[in-house]
């Protein structure tokens, strides 16, 4: 079991890696294979009409004509160390993790990031609890009774959540119940000032992103289920003359929840690394909007520094996944 | 094989009310399936007895129905999403009890207490999540108000009793650190840990090597002794019914078309599907044969059974009866042995001579 | 079953006494890989050794327990899998390591007939596709065309040549096995290897598919090589049969002499676990061999002879040193220093303390003691 854990520890840091040589590659290198010279990237750093003397200064300080692999030498000992920049006589000093300034608002990329993060965590949390539980419960029950009406009603909803368009409904949610009817409100409060505040603010943004995802969720719970319920050791359970809620919680739901967990660890990671239309259309200050922001600014760090957390999420969460698997299926623990 | 008259009698007159059952009673059951295809006729009026101390081998093809007997006996067909569609008609008795048509609670209390079911795939048939203690200690605790101290000392006991090595130790493995032939010992030791007096096994040995074969076999001969239990035991294997088994039930579309004791049915058979049976197997115990002489044809649909008897289509007697009989009328079950009984529509002088001039020496 | 030839093949050799097939040394391991490096731990072995030959007309038989290798022995001589040690040579070619070029013309000489007759013929095929599917892959066009020579193939195995545009899921598991062996007889193969061929299918079905098999044999000159786990099929269908136990061989005989006295004792407790259909032997069974215990593990074998820790003649010297499969009456040969209807090949060594528990003789055995509901605990 801990050997298990050393390896899929090692293969989480050693993705990690290849995701930051990607993700500079596509930043630094591909620029430059389109003919951007250095000259030309350096002057995305100071704005407008530079003098060739503040592009030397600001090449020199960002190593820009360095060779590829020692700047992404810096690029990586500046994420895990930081980086210490010289401009001139006053060094400017960017502490671990270290993801540079952002072009437009000579902003310290990392700090934007941690201010935003609990808006996405808040959201991404929420919203899966949400839909985990309906999602799951409506995916049993439908499982029990195929074909009868819930189940038919539920399958139809469900296909109709997928199928909506995360902006549609999200809008629609915002018009009615805040516009309309003021029950929720639209600014975010940290949950360590106002919990109930807070959690009025996002259930509409919770309920959106739910909706779709408990869709998605009950139509694979009621497919694992429905296949669950015809095996050998369901019959067995049956035969020993439990109750049939023991046979379908205890064996039943079990094995059928473990693919879900797998599916499960990987929306949330990406959910972390930002909601982007959620957030968008319900005005939070998360990570996702950060990113369209400097998406639109043509904003390089700000942009490397979301992809680089939203990887860091998806690999985290796979982790904890494969782990949670291991302690679920005593089959997996041996191998 | 002293009761064995008592058992035969009551097939062909059913007795009325009060009149003495036998332990295991099962009359004219029907189990039929609905599907989008026609109406799936898996079991069509079935009955057989069975008391306790005895085993029952029931045989039979892939389809017969043999499996879907013994489901129906222990309740599970009325289960599970499928439940609703499936249409049950007919009574099963065990031990005074009507279970047909019984309150699903009641037979549910009966499950696993007094009658156990042990299944052919026993990898399959073991929750892959929980330990084999575990699982045995679920089935004691389901019918025992008793602490989960006590349990594990009554399953322990169990799984030294079935022959595992180290029980106390091995209480905490897996299914799959299990070998095969163990998993099948740990499976045995669940069906029996509530002492039922009606054990069901479906293959038990099919999916086992044949040195574990001959473990198990013995193994639930001696169990059998030991609690003196009713013992069916379902498989497609002859020589596994020569075995261990007191009386046979041979199974053909849906239908009993013969049973009796071991011996009539292996030495005096008097069904040509029997003869089938015998004359497709290859004899580990006799001269080698040229050729083995198959049953011609394919299994029967269950959804259009050949009308009349159901074995007419690959019957090479299906011509001796005169006329049309065999094509449209169902022959019924009809004593030719103290015991024995056959559904086919020659006479039995007829079907003792084939036998004895064209069969058996053959074999 | 003689020696029937095939005129087709007639002209490629005229020495009948070399043997069609013939291995020597077969190895095939498979790698345990383990550890955060993945280093290689150990190695199932599967086949670990075995020397055989296989006449020109004959049917080997191969039976063994699960995990004794048939079933990897078969895909080796098939050359599906690259054995990792020894020689095999097909009609008197090295055809040990070929390559994929290399074996494409083998692959007319030698083909296979699976368990499974679900899993092996593609659904989305018709019968026609799948049986053609030799002629496409080969480049042969047979006279008369490729749909007249698979409509006479499948009325060869008993099918009708009007199914050639169905598809699988309208057949039986019988029909759908004789489909299989119609694919492999396309190309007139000289060797046929087939693994289980009756195991999945019913009782009655199995005796159509053995009496198949021995017809397709007198008519086109086939040799077989059957494995299977069931012993009365392999005594039926075999001429010769090879015992295997964890990798080896350990006895290989004619099918009379092997049935009636068998010599290495893991071949006399196989055939006398065999459930004999026949209830009055049942009450004269205090002979018979009860083995104890599982197959081992092929990762870790036991050293010496395989079969010592199961085997109730094992002696000091089992647990040592392997027996060779030697010769000890013409046409037999077995791999045991202790072997039943035959000289003991180390007389008087002292027997190991486990032979004394190896087996147990049913009905002969006490009924054991019956288990009260609430017996206190050995250990918790």
């Known amino acids: 079991m801990i050997t298990y854990i050393i390896r899929r520890l090692i293969a989480a840091v050693i993705l990690l890696l290849v995701v930051t040589a990607v993700t500079f590659g596509i930043f630094f290198i591909l620029p430059k294979l389109a003919g951007q010279t250095a000259d030309q990237l350096a002057q995305q750093y100071i704005g407008k009409n530079p003098t060739p003397a503040d592009i030397a200064a600001v090449k020199a300080n960002l190593g820009l004509d360095k060779p590829v692999y020692e700047q992404y030498w810096d690029f990586v000992k500046g994420i895990v160390s930081g980086?210490?920049?010289?401009?001139?006589?006053?060094?400017?000093?960017?502490?671990a993790p270290c993801f540079g300034f952002s072009f437009k608002s000579r902003s310290e990329v990392w700090p934007q990031l941690v201010d935003r993060l609990p808006v996405t965590i808040s959201l991404a949390v929420g919203a899966a609890v949400l839909w985990l539980?309906?999602?799951?419960?409506?995916?049993?029950?439908?499982?029990?009774?195929?074909?009868?009406?819930?189940?038919?009603?539920?399958?139809?909803?469900?296909?109709?959540?997928?199928?909506?368009?995360?902006?549609?409904?999200?809008?629609?949610?915002?018009l009615l119940f805040s516009y309309q009817l003021p029950i929720f409100g639209r600014t975010y409060v940290p949950f360590t000032e106002n919990p109930s505040q807070w959690a009025n603010t996002l259930f509409l943004p919770w309920c959106s992103l739910a909706l779709l995802y408990a869709a998605i969720y009950a139509r694979l719970t009621r497919s694992g289920m429905l296949e669950t319920m015809s095996e050998?050791?369901?019959?067995?359970?049956?035969?020993?003359?439990?109750?049939?809620?023991?046979?379908?919680?205890?064996?039943?739901?079990?094995?059928?929840?473990?693919?879900?967990?797998?599916?499960?660890?990987?929306?949330?990671?990406?959910?972390?690394?930002?909601?982007?239309?959620?957030?968008?259309?319900?005005?939070?200050?998360?990570?996702?909007?950060?990113?369209?922001?400097?998406?639109?600014?043509?904003?390089?760090?700000?942009?490397?520094?979301?992809?680089?957390?939203?990887?860091?999420?998806?690999?985290?969460l796979n982790l904890v996944v494969d782990l949670l698997y291991a302690v679920v299926d005593p089959r997996v623990r041996v191998s | 094989m002293t009761n064995l008259s008592k058992t035969g009698t009551a097939l062909e007159t059913p007795p009325g009310d009060g009149a003495p059952r036998a332990f295991l009673d099962v009359r004219d059951l029907k189990v039929h399936f609905p599907t989008d295809d026609g109406l799936v006729k898996s079991v069509d009026g079935l009955s057989f007895q069975l008391e306790k101390g005895r085993t029952l081998g029931v045989v039979g093809e892939s389809g017969s129905g043999k499996s879907v007997t013994s489901l129906a006996v222990m309740g599970l067909h009325r289960l599970g999403a499928r439940g609703k569609n499936v249409r049950m008609s007919g009574e099963i008795w065990l031990d005074g009890k009507e279970l047909v048509g019984a309150d699903p609670d009641e037979v549910r209390r009966l499950r696993g207490?007094?009658?156990?079911?042990?299944?052919?795939?026993?990898?399959?048939?073991?929750?892959?999540?929980?330990?084999?203690?575990?699982?045995?200690?679920?089935?004691?605790?389901?019918?025992?108000?008793?602490?989960?101290?006590?349990?594990?000392?009554?399953?322990?006991?169990?799984?030294?009793?079935?022959?595992?090595?180290?029980p106390a130790k091995r209480f905490d493995s897996y299914p799959h650190e299990f070998s095969g032939g163990m998993r099948q010992r740990a499976m045995i030791a669940m069906a029996l840990v509530n002492n039922p007096e009606l054990l069901i096994a479906d293959e038990p040995t099919t999916a086992l090597d044949v040195t574990v074969q001959a473990q198990i076999l013995d193994l639930i001969r001696d169990l059998q002794k030991e609690f003196g239990s009713a013992v069916v035991i379902i498989t497609h294997d002859l020589g596994v019914v020569a075995e261990i088994a007191d009386e046979i039930l041979v199974m053909y579309g849906g239908r009993c078309v013969e049973r009796g004791p071991v011996d009539s049915i292996f030495y005096e058979p008097q069904h040509p599907y029997t003869w089938g049976l015998l004359g497709s197997m290859p004899r580990i115990?006799?001269?080698?044969?040229?050729?083995?002489?198959?049953?011609?044809?394919?299994?029967?649909?269950?959804?259009?059974?050949?009308?009349?008897?159901?074995?007419?289509?690959?019957?090479?007697?299906?011509?001796?009866?005169?006329?049309?009989?065999t094509r449209t009328e169902r022959p019924e079950l009809r004593e030719v042995g103290s015991g024995h009984f056959s559904a086919c529509h020659m006479a039995p002088d007829e079907r003792t001579r084939i036998w004895t001039e064209e069969i058996a020496p053959k074999l | 079953m003689t020696e029937p030839r095939n005129p087709a093949r007639e002209a490629?050799?005229?020495?009948?006494?070399?043997?069609?097939?013939?291995?020597?040394?077969?190895?095939?391991?498979?790698?345990?890989?383990?550890?955060?490096?993945?280093?290689?731990?150990?190695?199932?072995?599967?086949?670990?050794?075995?020397?055989?030959?296989?006449?020109?007309?004959?049917?080997?038989?191969?039976?063994?327990?699960?995990g004794c290798g048939k079933s990897t022995m078969g895909r080796l001589i098939t050359r599906l899998l690259e054995p990792s040690g020894g020689r095999v040579e097909f009609d008197g070619a090295d055809i040990t390591h070929l390559k994929t070029a290399g074996l494409r013309p083998l692959r007319r000489d030698i083909q296979m007939i699976f368990q499974d007759p679900y899993g092996s013929l593609n659904p989305r095929h018709t019968i026609g596709a799948i049986v053609s599917a030799p002629f496409r892959l080969q480049g042969v066009e047979p006279e008369g065309g490729v749909k007249k020579e698979v409509q006479g193939l499948l009325e060869r195995v008993g099918l009708s040549p009007e199914h050639y545009n169905r598809y699988p899921h309208e057949f039986s598991g019988g029909?759908?096995?004789?489909?299989?062996?119609?694919?492999?007889?396309?190309?007139?193969?000289?060797?046929?290897?087939?693994?289980?061929?009756?195991?999945?299918?019913?009782?009655?079905?199995?005796?159509?598919?053995?009496?198949?098999?021995?017809?397709?044999?007198?008519?086109?000159?086939?040799?077989?090589?059957?494995?299977?786990?069931?012993?009365?099929?392999?005594?039926?269908?075999?001429?010769?049969?090879?015992?295997?136990?964890?990798?080896?061989?350990?006895?290989?005989?004619?099918?009379?002499?092997?049935?009636?006295?068998?010599?290495?004792?893991?071949?006399?407790?196989l055939m006398s676990a065999v459930p004999v259909p026949d209830p009055r032997r049942r009450g004269a069974k205090s002979e018979r061999i009860l083995l104890r215990g599982d197959v081992p593990s092929p990762i870790a074998p036991p050293s010496g002879c395989r079969f010592h820790t199961r085997c109730w003649k094992a002696t000091q010297v089992c647990a040592?040193?392997?027996?060779?499969?030697?010769?000890?009456?013409?046409?037999?040969?077995?791999?045991?220093?202790?072997?039943?209807?035959?000289?003991?090949?180390?007389?008087?060594?002292?027997?190991?303390?486990?032979?004394?528990?190896?087996?147990?003789?049913?009905?002969?055995?006490?009924p054991a003691a019956p288990v009260p509901p609430q017996a206190p605990a050995g250990e918790q």
């Open chain 1, 83 to 95: 980086t210490t920049y010289n401009q001139g006589p006053t060094t400017v000093r960017c502490d």
């Open chain 1, 133 to 174: 539980l309906s999602g799951i419960v409506v995916g049993v029950i439908s499982a029990l009774k195929p074909g009868s009406f819930f189940d038919r009603a539920a399958m139809g909803g469900a296909l109709a959540g997928v199928s909506l368009p995360i902006f549609f409904t999200a809008q629609l949610f915002l």
């Open chain 1, 232 to 316: 050998d050791f369901i019959r067995t359970a049956r035969a020993k003359g439990l109750r049939e809620r023991t046979v379908v919680t205890k064996h039943g739901l079990r094995a059928a929840l473990t693919p879900i967990v797998t599916v499960f660890g990987m929306d949330v990671g990406l959910l972390l690394g930002g909601a982007v239309i959620t957030e968008t259309v319900y005005s939070l200050a998360g990570i996702g909007q950060y990113a369209v922001q400097a998406i639109r600014d043509n904003d390089l760090p700000p942009i490397l520094g979301v992809t680089l957390l939203a990887a860091f999420f998806v690999i985290l």
């Open chain 2, 113 to 166: 207490r007094e009658m156990a079911m042990i299944f052919q795939d026993p990898l399959s048939a073991m929750h892959p999540y929980y330990t084999v203690g575990h699982q045995i200690v679920e089935a004691y605790r389901v019918h025992h108000k008793v602490t989960r101290k006590a349990a594990r000392t009554r399953a322990v006991e169990l799984l030294d009793r079935v022959g595992i090595p180290e």
């Open chain 2, 285 to 325: 115990d006799r001269e080698q044969t040229d050729r083995l002489i198959p049953v011609k044809g394919q299994p029967p649909s269950l959804i259009n059974v050949p009308s009349g008897c159901a074995f007419n289509p690959r019957c090479p007697y299906a011509d001796v009866p005169a006329g049309d009989l």
């Open chain 3, 12 to 66: 490629s050799h005229d020495d009948d006494a070399a043997p069609l097939l013939k291995v020597e040394g077969l190895v095939k391991h498979f790698p345990i890989k383990k550890g955060l490096l993945q280093r290689q731990v150990g190695a199932v072995k599967a086949v670990d050794g075995i020397d055989f030959e296989v006449r020109r007309g004959e049917t080997l038989g191969v039976v063994g327990e699960s």
């Open chain 3, 175 to 269: 029909q759908r096995q004789r489909i299989g062996i119609a694919r492999a007889l396309a190309l007139k193969p000289r060797l046929v290897v087939a693994d289980e061929p009756v195991s999945a299918l019913d009782v009655s079905i199995q005796a159509q598919v053995v009496n198949l098999l021995d017809d397709l044999q007198d008519d086109l000159g086939l040799t077989y090589v059957i494995i299977a786990h069931d012993l009365s099929v392999i005594r039926h269908v075999s001429d010769r049969i090879a015992v295997m136990y964890l990798g080896k061989m350990v006895e290989l005989a004619d099918r009379t002499s092997l049935y009636q006295a068998p010599m290495h004792p893991y071949t006399k407790a």
């Open chain 3, 320 to 366: 040592t040193k392997e027996p060779p499969l030697l010769e000890l009456a013409p046409g037999r040969r077995v791999a045991c220093h202790h072997p039943e209807n035959a000289a003991d090949q180390v007389p008087g060594d002292a027997p190991l303390a486990s032979a004394r528990d190896a087996v147990a003789l049913v009905g002969t055995a006490p």
